[in-house]
């Protein structure tokens, strides 16, 4: 049972336009959610993060809101860059001393010249 | 300084055989993680290492895993007698601390082992 989801395997934005990937999950639990991206070949790579008591969390062309209600997150990039271009992950985790993610299976942003 | 490091990086083995995945975590991290990514999917939990015991190993799929980190820092994962849905990229992750009730901190991903059992 997948508790986190993105819904979108794809996502093509020309450069410098917004770039908007979103992230559902179902477990009311989760109170700690991260944005890796990945390279192929590559490991994911931790981005950006939020804690469940803010709604946005903003790192340079990076910002995250998230929406406890709709249980609903998205990252915004903005300007888009082809650097940006990757597999972008969702995950979450509940603050209960476990600490293992929760993955969606990935939105594939291209970002085109 | 250097990150997270995995050995091998592709694994090609016949069913039924017995392989072993290592993960060298970032120095001085205390926890140590396990995922695998199938084709297709997002990083999937295995088992968590605080230190030499694993603090959390209710990811492992069945008994034909198991992972070891016997002085906290390398870590085997092994898999006896491998089957064609074990075929995967396996992922290894470290972070500093671990997590809390209060906290977690960041988990730092190495660049996988992808094991293909033929």
């Known amino acids: 049972d997948q508790q986190v989801k993105q819904n979108s395997p794809s996502l093509s934005v020309q450069e410098g336009r917004i770039s908007i990937l979103n992230c559902d999950y179902t477990n009311s639990m989760f109170d700690y959610f991260l944005w890796y991206k990945k390279y192929p070949a590559e490991g994911p790579t931790f981005l950006i993060s939020i804690s469940s008591i803010k709604d946005k969390n903003e790192d340079g062309r990076f910002t995250v809101f998230l929406n406890k209600s709709a249980k609903h997150l998205s990252l915004h990039i903005v300007p888009s860059q082809p650097g940006d271009s990757a597999v972008y992950f969702c995950?979450?985790?509940?603050?209960?001393?476990?600490?293992?993610?929760?993955f969606g299976t990935g939105t594939r942003l291209t970002v085109i010249p | 300084g250097a990150g997270v490091s995995q050995t091998p990086s592709n694994k090609v083995t016949e069913k039924g055989k017995y392989v072993e995945l290592r993960c060298d975590p970032i120095?001085?991290?205390?926890?140590l993680y396990w995922y695998r990514q199938s084709l297709g999917q997002g990083p999937e939990f295995l088992i968590y290492?605080?230190?030499?015991?694993?603090?959390?190993d209710s990811g492992l799929p069945n008994d034909r895993f198991f992972a070891v980190r016997p002085e906290g820092s390398v870590s085997t994962l092994k898999i006896q007698r491998t089957e064609r849905g074990d075929s995967a990229v396996y992922l290894c992750a470290s972070s500093l601390i671990g997590g809390s009730a209060f906290s977690t901190d960041t988990q730092y991903f190495g660049p996988g082992t992808r094991l293909t059992v033929l």
């Open positions: 120095s001085g991290h205390t926890a």
């Open positions: 995950a979450a985790s509940a603050l209960n001393g476990a600490n293992n993610l929760f």
């Open positions: 290492f605080q230190g030499t015991g694993a603090a959390d």
